[in-house]
């Protein structure tokens, strides 16, 4: 069974714009991870912050993390069309790691 | 570097058919494999991981089975399909230790299609 949830369930902006993805999710966590899926292919890994961690940054990518509310996001600075994908968060507690159904990206140039 | 290869891309089998997708995993020793199905716009469901040689863990009950003879070869296998095992398989490694501690890295999928 899925942990967690994004929302929205599928996002369209124009390039340049930002794009805010939201994960909630049910129980404790050891950490969440982001993954990004271009349509038909593997997921590629894109943050992993841990449960005692806030805030991390990786280029135009910025993840947030509140564990009282059990939710994180996913901000995208500045989008291009190359980020249109899906966008799936991740998490682990103890050895069981589940995946949301993800957030479909679409940038229009 | 590190590189995954999963194959075929793509696989059309009619029911009752036997199933075998492989997976391998070059550059590193004693990954964490992974074998995921993903439904058409949905997440991932992960069917079973493997820490070592011949240790396979099995998250769901189904109809399919996973063996690890080689550190580096995964493979997904069934007897018998049925209509239900059609999706996108997806097969994933990561670094050893506690699972889900490091970045998983995935395969390109296989699409399956049963008839």
């Known amino acids: 069974s899925q942990q967690g949830e994004e929302d929205p369930q599928a996002l369209s902006i124009q390039e340049g714009e930002n794009a805010t993805m939201n994960c909630s999710y049910k129980?404790?966590?050891?950490?969440l991870q982001w993954y990004r899926q271009n349509s038909g292919r593997g997921l590629v890994h894109l943050i992993l912050i841990r449960s005692n961690e806030r805030e991390k940054h990786s280029g135009r990518l910025r993840v947030t993390l509140d564990t009282s509310k059990k939710s994180s996001s996913l901000l995208i600075t500045a989008s291009r069309a190359a980020d249109t994908a899906s966008y799936f968060c991740?998490?682990?507690?103890?050895?069981?790691?589940?995946f949301g159904a993800g957030t479909r990206l679409t940038v229009k140039p | 570097s590190q590189t995954i290869h999963q194959w075929p891309a793509t696989l059309v089998q009619p029911v009752g058919s036997p199933l075998s997708l492989e997976c391998t995993v070059e550059g590193t020793s004693n990954p964490n494999l992974y074998w995921y199905r993903q439904a058409a716009g949905r997440g991932l469901q992960l069917l079973f991981y493997?820490?070592?040689?011949?240790?396979i863990s099995s998250e769901v009950p189904q109809n399919l089975s996973a063996s690890r003879p080689q550190d580096r070869q995964f493979i997904l296998s069934s007897k018998k399909l049925l209509l239900s095992d059609s999706g996108f398989y997806l097969c994933?490694?990561?670094?050893?230790?506690?699972?889900?501690?490091?970045?998983?890295?995935f395969g390109d999928g296989t699409r399956l299609s049963i008839l």
């Open positions: 129980t404790s966590i050891n950490n």
């Open positions: 991740a998490t682990l507690n103890n050895n069981d790691m589940r």
């Open positions: 493997s820490v070592g040689i011949g240790q």
């Open positions: 994933a490694w990561s670094e050893w230790g506690r699972a889900g501690n490091q970045p998983q890295h």
